[in-house]
């Protein structure tokens, strides 16, 4: 392929891409576990916020899978492989409200100061397209991480 980006630049834009993509996965399966077995007072409103936010890493996944074969690689797709990669910890089963959101809250800080990485060096990698990507994908988890701190006492 000729993008204007060679091969040894989109290699590394790609490995950075698939422990990101390992990192929403955990995150993923970590909410979405957190909607099935939270217990709390405001069980109904936190139980439809958490399955917002799942759906919401679910497109994130998707993206940045799919991000990956943009610029030339496979995608990793393997739960050991994601387990391997990933800097997040799954961590004990919490069922507590302030236990789970404080513990989503801590991972959501983790990928945005990796994003915040990633917009650097793939500039310095020359893949604008990609920094542009993970520029609007921190956002996101910027907005995602002020929600769950909305839950939790000031
Ligand atoms: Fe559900």
Redesign the pocket.
């Known amino acids: 392929m000729d993008i204007g980006i060679n091969e040894s630049n989109r290699k590394q834009v790609a490995d950075k891409l698939q422990k990101l993509l390992a990192d929403e996965h955990v995150l993923y399966i970590k909410t979405?576990n957190y909607?099935?077995n939270l217990r709390a007072a405001n069980f109904a409103e936190l139980?439809e916020f958490y399955?917002e936010q799942y759906g919401e890493l679910e497109e994130a996944i998707d993206e940045v899978a799919e991000r990956i074969r943009m610029i030339g690689f496979l995608s990793i797709g393997r739960m050991s492989e994601y387990l391997k990669l990933t800097e997040l910890e799954e961590g004990k089963e919490l069922t507590d409200a302030g236990e789970q959101v404080a513990n989503l809250k801590k991972d959501h800080e983790s990928i945005i100061k990796y994003l915040r990485k990633c917009i650097g060096d793939f500039e310095d990698l020359e893949d604008m397209g990609s920094a542009d990507f993970v520029t609007a994908l921190m956002q996101q988890h910027e907005k995602m991480r002020w929600m769950l701190e909305s839950f939790l006492p000031k």
């Open positions: 979405r909607h099935w139980h399955e």
